[in-house]
């Protein structure tokens, strides 16, 4: 089994090898974003992390449906790693300051939010490409995206007496 980029192999005619290394490119730039990531929030705060997140995440997708090269492509896939990659982290620092439910409850909810939305996701994609074709599939990744717009006003920054 290999684990390939099939939006790179089929719609650029590229070898498994370069349809693979996009991958990588996306997993390289999520990692990197989660390493540094709490220096980001801590300056800009859950809120504006959140909405730059969202909006670099659609730029990457809408980088990858509009590339004319696969190393376009490569290129966004790097900036919706670097998008996407705080998102979780932010979910779950939001889930323990909350005062409505206790703290397991609420990680549990963004926990099977977060597989929910790992099992839901690549089949509706999946399904997208399918009717359609791949780039509507990273069409509706770029909408999802900006759909946190909507809710990027539930973050909040943590109060003094949570900081220290």
Known sequence: MCIRDSYVVDRFDQTEAIGASGLVCFAVAMVTMRLSGDMIIDRFGP????????????LG?????????????????????????????????????QKKYSKGHAMAAVTMLGYGGMLIGPPVIGGVAELYSLRHGFGLIALLSLSLLLVAKYFRAPSRTEVG
């Open 47 to 58: 809120r504006h992390s959140v909405i730059s997140a969202a909006c670099v995440g659609a």
């Open 61 to 97: 997708s809408i980088i990858t449906v509009a590339a004319s090269v696969h190393w376009i492509v490569w290129i966004g896939y790097v900036i919706m790693g670097i998008g996407f990659s705080l998102l979780a982290p932010i979910a779950f620092a939001e889930a323990a300051r």
